[in-house]
């Protein structure tokens, strides 16, 4: 993509609206606007973003052995009144009428739908276990959005839910789910640690929040110190695995969002306490029976009686992530995204746009990296170095090359680390196989 072509209208003044750091960078990067309050457009820097943690969460949702649909975002007011939450939900759901008076809103979750679905196609206990997500637009009508879109009124979540015949098949799809958040987290470079929550009415202990830690969090949370910088291999794991052992590894230390924490546990770890503000990024949660009771979603067991379908339901912040990686990753000058993130892989600063050699140069390596498959920003803009440098320095691509007439007449550019500063002098050829070997 070339930069004069790109529609990336950044803003040169810190936005007076913005509190915290990540909303402040979104806006001056040209990735979002707000169209009201809690409710925004993605431009295309941002959109690239949230096409990419989309397809990381995608790609773990299906090693986890979950299918994706997709729900419609407006659902009827029946199956919520059949569950007994239309009600208790009270004004943070969207209402609808539509032309034939009949009562809609616009879904804040899909657990109602998803067991209409399931109760009407699955009947036996051969039909089960079975995972299925989407990822799909959310409204809630919160009283104080906030924080752009961290705590937005519209947001994207990824939402699974699992039906299980009995306790022990919900237990592992409970796992499945919580390995699946660990990795997804890991490969967005984020270090999330999994908390015990509030799990309402039905109690146990299986409802985790998956939390980053950072200064601008909406709630205080509190863990054993060791689990904060504790790393557990991943990668490796076998997907059909019961996973018991990783989660009984992490859940072995004291983790607590604010509603769930224990003074007097707290009080007995002393030194080992880390209590620090979170930003909720992940949720699990297992509910049993509650919504197939109440909606009358039973299978038949082997023995040929008739059961409610356990389930449980796990949800990820799919919008809210784009905040919270910028919140872990940036510095003064602005985002530093992971590479698994990055709305380009790198960018091309050419210093003096209109001179041959330089263009040539530039447009060389613009070419070459788009053979070898890397996404790369080119700014052939005829502005200023020092204005090119803040604009690349502001969105944050982990990679820029800048090429100028000193430099080429030695035969060499520069490739600068965004996330550590370092620049090195190379060719044109050394400079693109190394991008090559990272990309592989
Ligand atoms: N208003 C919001 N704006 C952006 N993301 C949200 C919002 N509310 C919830 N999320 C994200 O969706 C995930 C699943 O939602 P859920 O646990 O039902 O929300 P909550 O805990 O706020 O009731 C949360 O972990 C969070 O990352
Ligand atoms: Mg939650």
């Given at each position: 993509m070339r930069l004069s072509e790109f529609f990336m209208p950044t803003l040169k003044e810190n936005p007076?609206?913005?509190?915290?750091?990540?909303?402040?960078?979104?806006?001056?990067?040209?990735?979002?606007?707000?169209?009201?309050?809690?409710?925004?457009?993605?431009?295309?820097?941002?959109?690239?973003?949230?096409?990419?943690?989309?397809?990381i969460v995608r790609q773990e949702q299906d090693r986890a052995g979950a299918q994706e649909l997709l729900m419609p975002t407006i659902q009827p007011a029946e199956i919520w009144r059949e569950s007994g939450r239309y009600d208790d939900y009270g004004k943070e759901m969207l209402r609808i009428t539509d032309r034939h008076d009949r009562e809609m809103l616009y879904g804040p979750t899909n657990e109602e739908l998803i067991t209409e679905i399931i109760r009407e196609s699955v009947r036996s206990y051969r039909d089960l276990p079975k995972m299925l997500y989407h990822i799909q637009w959310k409204f809630r009508d919160e009283v104080r959005p906030r924080f752009g879109i961290m705590r937005g009124r519209e947001f994207l979540m990824?939402?699974?839910?699992?039906?299980?015949?009995?306790?022990?098949?919900?237990?592992?799809?409970?796992?499945?789910?919580?390995v699946a958040y660990l990795r997804t987290f890991q490969r967005m470079g984020?270090?999330?640690?999994?908390?015990v929550a509030d799990s309402g009415a039905i109690g146990g202990d299986m409802s985790h929040e998956f939390m980053i830690l950072a200064d601008t969090g909406e709630s205080e949370v509190a863990c054993h110190k060791d689990l904060v910088d504790l790393n557990i291999e991943l990668m490796n794991l076998d997907p059909q695995g019961d996973h018991q052992t990783v989660v009984d590894s992490l859940?072995?230390?004291?983790?607590?969002?604010?509603?769930?924490?224990?003074a007097e546990i707290e009080g007995t770890l002393g030194n080992d306490l880390a209590v620090a503000r979170g930003i909720e990024v992940g949720h699990i949660f297992y509910f049993g029976t509650k919504y197939s009771e109440a909606m009358n979603a039973?299978?038949?067991?082997?023995?040929?009686?008739?059961?409610?379908?356990?389930?449980?339901?796990?949800?990820?912040g799919v919008s809210r992530l784009v905040g919270a990686i910028i919140e872990a990753s940036h510095d003064d000058n602005g985002i530093i995204w992971p590479e698994s993130v990055a709305p380009f892989?790198?960018?091309?600063?050419?210093?003096?746009?209109?001179?041959?050699?330089?263009?040539?140069?530039?447009?060389?390596?613009?070419?070459?990296?788009?053979?070898?498959?890397i996404d790369a920003l080119y700014d052939e803009r005829g502005e200023r170095a020092g204005v090119k440098f803040a604009d690349m320095d502001l969105i944050g691509l982990p990679w820029q090359l800048i090429v100028g007439p000193r430099g080429l007449k030695n035969g060499v550019i520069e490739l600068k680390s965004r996330a550590t500063g370092e620049r090195e002098e190379m060719t044109i050829e050394a400079a693109l196989n190394k991008l090559n070997s990272l990309a592989a």
């Open positions: 007076s609206e913005a509190q915290i750091v990540s909303h402040r960078y979104m806006l001056r990067a040209g990735m979002i606007r707000q169209s009201s309050a809690g409710i925004y457009s993605w431009l295309p820097l941002g959109q690239r973003v949230l096409k990419k943690i989309k397809q990824k939402d699974c839910y699992s039906f299980d015949l009995d306790y022990a098949g919900a237990k592992k799809s409970y796992n499945k789910m919580f984020l270090k999330a640690i999994p908390m859940t072995g230390y004291y983790a607590a969002t604010d509603e769930k924490r224990d039973y299978v038949t067991t082997e023995k040929g009686e008739d059961v409610p379908i356990e389930m449980g339901s796990y949800g990820i892989d790198v960018g091309i600063i050419n210093l003096r746009a209109g001179d041959d050699t330089c263009d040539t140069a530039c447009e060389d390596i613009y070419a070459k990296l788009g053979d070898a498959g």
